[in-house]
């Protein structure tokens, strides 16, 4: 029975995560170009979200289809990567999400010393391993840089959200933590249910209906 | 006799690196600016190399100090006196974007030599950005008559001296550097080559001016 149910919740959470997180990414990319196209100036709060977006799309789908049938048949888990305790694509998405969350973090605090201070800091971690043919030291690097910058990010989020009253932050705090939950749970029945809470909140958010803060409108 | 002769030549680097940097701590003190705060910096970190050269010349004290794979003391040291530069360039340009770039870049630079051996990649990274940050500080100082900046510039081919290069062209390099850095901080690249025409000029009105009401008053 506790098999069956979750293979079920696998299931759901896998393809709706296949099929939840790419649109949001479409949502957040339409909405860009909207307003490029309007005011003629790119909004690079946004831009930085459609990066984080595109990098977690990048992370999801490999790792959830080698999950799946048919895709686990001919999409081999070792290639992509499923975990981040190695350089591998899939840590690689995960390390350039949370590096683009920093710079976020940064940009929307106005501190413009660290605006390029995480993107600069993540290529360089990959380009050092590969100078040293992949030294496994390197890999510790990565993984510890992974979870300090997640954790950071997901604090300052929250501070950010609250301090400067902005949906966009608070919102990218709680989709960040559903996702470590996610991740810290792992594969069993409740991991599956964080899984299909980052569609469910990813999709409401893209769509820009989390709005806790409301802008008020002055009249005359 | 050779021998007697390098020690001589550091003990008189030692001595005259102390000097600068007292010279530019006064300076420090008076005028509270960061390019004279970066003086002090960068000549502490000078001092310390002078001084380390010296003590090193007695055959008791072991030549160089290994801290893992290739990573020794003398090019951490390096590292931070090429990247000085580098960063007052930053600065000179208000570039606060980049303004964490060197130390990154150095500290990996520090982490990759002390995993592994390979210094090839070390050495091309600090000859590429130590000659750029040469150039550019070379040529912002000629265009705006600061000989602050224009000795900065020759913190480059003191930092070259720290090379595996021949013992007599390091001598060379850290002549030239430490002489360059000497009359960059005792002003007397403003004072007698990079003289400035127009403020020259102004100073001059000024001066006649005051001299014209004092005789009008008396």
Redesign the interface.
């Known amino acids: 029975m506790d098999v069956e149910l979750r293979y079920i919740t696998q299931l759901i959470g896998n393809w709706t995560s296949i099929f939840v997180v790419p649109l949001m990414a479409i949502i957040i990319a339409i909405r860009l170009f909207r307003e490029y196209k309007q005011t003629k100036q790119i909004n690079y709060v946004r831009l930085l979200i459609l990066c984080i977006f595109i990098a977690f799309t990048w992370a999801i789908i490999p790792t959830n289809m080698a999950e799946v049938p048919p895709f686990n048949t001919f999409i081999s888990g070792e290639i992509i990567g499923l975990t981040e305790e190695k350089i591998n694509p899939y840590s690689i998405s995960i390390g350039l999400m949370v590096s683009f969350a920093l710079s976020l973090i940064a940009y929307a605090n106005k501190w ?6 995480a993107l ?2 993540y290529p ?2 990959l380009a ?1 391993a590969i ?2 043919n992949m ?1 496994p ?2 890999d510790i690097f990565n993984m510890y840089y992974i979870y300090t910058a997640a954790v950071i990010g997901i604090v300052f989020f929250y501070v950010t959200g609250f301090r400067l009253r902005d949906n966009g932050s608070l919102g990218l705090g709680i989709l960040f933590s559903i996702a470590f939950g996610a991740l810290a749970f792992g594969e069993n029945v409740i991991g599956d249910i964080f899984t299909i809470s980052i569609a469910i909140f990813g999709l409401i958010f893209s769509l820009g209906f989390f709005t806790p803060f409301k802008t008020k409108q002055i009249e005359g | 006799m050779a021998n007697l002769m390098l020690m001589i030549f550091q003990a008189a680097f030692f001595v005259l690196s102390v000097i600068i940097l007292g010279i530019s701590i006064i300076s420090y003190r008076k005028s509270k600016i960061y390019i004279d705060l970066f003086e002090v910096v960068l000549y502490s970190v000078i001092v310390f190399t002078a001084f380390r050269t010296l003590i090193l010349s007695h055959e008791a004290i072991p030549d160089e100090i290994n801290l893992g794979g290739g990573l020794t003391i003398n090019l951490i040291l390096t590292i931070i006196i090429i990247f000085m530069p580098v960063q007052f360039l930053l600065y000179l340009g208000d570039l606060r974007k980049f303004y964490t770039f060197p130390t990154i870049t150095a500290f990996f630079m520090i982490l990759n030599l002390y995993l592994s051996g390979i210094i090839l990649y070390y050495r091309i990274a600090i000859i590429v950005i130590g000659a750029i940050s040469f150039a550019i500080l070379f040529y912002e100082g000629l265009k705006r008559k600061n000989g602050k900046i224009l000795s900065f510039a020759f913190v480059f081919m003191y930092g070259l001296s720290y090379f595996p290069i021949n013992i007599i062209v390091g001598l060379i390099f850290q002549d030239i550097g430490l002489l360059m850095m000497i009359l960059g901080a005792t002003g007397f690249l403003d004072k007698y080559i990079l003289i400035d025409e127009h403020t020259q000029e102004k100073i001059h009105k000024i001066r006649n001016t005051w001299i014209a009401r004092r005789f009008l008053v008396e």
């Open positions: 413009e010393i660290l605006y390029y201070t600069s800091f360089t971690i050092s100078l040293n030294d030291a390197f």
